[in-house]
Every structure is written in structure tokens, then in C-alpha cells.
């Protein structure tokens, strides 16, 4: 048996969530003070999911990088290589807020897109 600690961020509460497992089977989850924290150490156990923010590279832009966001939560596991895939993506100003700068990022269903409009240098 293990237990994992979590501490719930659905609320400013922060309850400290526990969840106990054997072999991938969950237990008992206690600790929480309502159901949302519950279903929050149940996903964060089995399919831990984060938004991702970064920049990108922009050539011909009035700045150098424009930052960008998944347009909704990317699995926790696929982070590292998502950023490493953006880290050798570069667009061509100008950017409109909301451009997909990465369709369907890793196979994800995800899409990146662009969180700023940035100008076209003069
Ligand atoms: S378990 Fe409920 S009360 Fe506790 S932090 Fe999470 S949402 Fe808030």
C-alpha cells in the first residue's frame, strides 16, 4: 500500500487530501472536506493535468517573443515535450490573440495558441 498527499487547489481552503493505493487500485481517499476534492486527488492520481504557458520565438515583431497557452489542460506527463517542442517553434509577426500557433500539439487534441497580440516591426 502507498499513500500519496495532495493538497486540493479547487478552493482557497486547501484541504490536504490523502489517497491510499495498492497497485493502482485506490483504497481510500480522505482528508477532503467536500467531493470536489475527492474527484481533484482522484484525477491527479490517474491523469494529472496542467494548462502549459510558455513563449515562442517571433521574427519580424516589434518584441523577440510572444507568449502562448494550451487552449485547455495538456496531461501532466507531456509537458517537458511540449515545451520542448515550442522552444524550436518561431512564427513571423504580427500574432493576433488567439492564433494557433501549434495545432493539435504531440497528438494531444490540444491546440497552442497565442495569448497577446504583437505588432509587425516598422
Ligand atoms: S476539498 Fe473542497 S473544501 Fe477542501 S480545498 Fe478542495 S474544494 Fe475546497
Redesign the pocket.
Known amino acids: 500500500m502507498k499513500t500519496h498527499h495532495f493538497?486540493?487547489?479547487?478552493?482557497?481552503?486547501?484541504?490536504q487530501?490523502e489517497l491510499i493505493e495498492d497497485t493502482g487500485t485506490v483504497l481510500e481517499i480522505k482528508?477532503?472536506?467536500?467531493?470536489?476534492?475527492?474527484q481533484?486527488a482522484l484525477d491527479e492520481f490517474s491523469n494529472p493535468l496542467r494548462m502549459l504557458t510558455t513563449t515562442i520565438r517571433v521574427t519580424e515583431g516589434i518584441l523577440p517573443v510572444v507568449p502562448v497557452r494550451s487552449r485547455a489542460p495538456l496531461p501532466k506527463s507531456l509537458i517537458p515535450d511540449c515545451v520542448s517542442v515550442l522552444s524550436t517553434t518561431e512564427i513571423e509577426a504580427p500574432v493576433m490573440c488567439g492564433q494557433i500557433i501549434c495545432c493539435n500539439i504531440l497528438d494531444t487534441g490540444v491546440d497552442i495558441i497565442a495569448s497577446r497580440d504583437l505588432e509587425r516591426r516598422p
Do not use: A, D
Not at 7 to 15: A, Q, R
Open positions: 493538497t486540493c487547489i479547487k478552493c482557497p481552503l486547501s484541504c487530501v482528508g477532503w472536506t467536500c467531493n470536489q476534492g475527492e481533484y
